[in-house]
């Protein structure tokens, strides 16, 4: 039984490329049945598991589908490991960290949203943020306890016209503006794959002109906790009264993409804000802010101090 298991694990691998030698296989599966009395095939799961991780191969390369993919939606994503077609739309792309991912993000559709991961090894087309696709041969995942979608090379991802609306939950935070990150303000973006460029350099594809976008990473804290809050550029041209049009034309007079950033810390920092958007991990993605009042910021204040004594 372990033996026989242990060959299909290797010639699994073997077909995708690795050689691993089918005595260290075995030597694994074996400890964890005999020695642990795992079952078998939690033991087959957790070694290939393992194998996966110490050649850091993506899971959708090893595990290949059976039977007809099924076509679903967000919300019925509630396992991992299992092959998929879905519609979405791309939400938001976030700034990679990882050589071996070429584009991170959001996707979502009426259901609700998750996150994906395109390998770079899987070498398909460039998603763009807020176009709808249908992505089919993607397997769902799971990293830190939240289920995700990656795709890998089998993977095959297609532009469709329709406009697909997400269903998120919507949150509100209000609170005091407390802090504005790096990487806010007048910001380049990779032509070819969107990310944030950091002096220029794309982490993906080094030195690249890029395009500008503008962008607040804001911090509100309420007096109990902080909220990390994402504006895009939309939301920030109405909050700050300054276009990205402006912004360029002030970076380009003072040589300096930095006086955008200071001008808007300057006219927000410290003031009330009522947010709402979709919450996103840490990230409350939003939509809607309004100033509040000084008089009511008062208040708040006030009853603040009150609750305090
Ligand atoms: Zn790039």
Redesign the pocket.
Known sequence: MIKETAKQIEERFSQIGFNIPISEIESRLDKLVNEFKVPPEEARRSVVNYFLKEYNIPRGDFYIQQGEVPTIKVSDITTEGKWINISAKVVQLWDNTHESIDQVGLIGDETGTIKFNKWAKAELPPLEEGKSYQFKNVVTDSYQERFQINFNRTSQIEEIQEDIEIGTQEVEFSGVMVDIQAGSGLIKR?T??N?ALIKGV????GK?EGTYDLRIKAVIDDGVSVQDALINREVTEQLTGITLDDAKQMATKELDQEVVLIKIKEGLLGKYYSIKGPRLDRYILVEQISPIPPMEADKVDALLTQLEA
């Not at 794309?202 to 594809?205: P, Q, V, Y």
Request: aromatic share 0%; hydrophobic share 10%; charged share 35%.
């Open positions: 990779c070819e794959c990310r794309c982490g993906e594809h690249v």
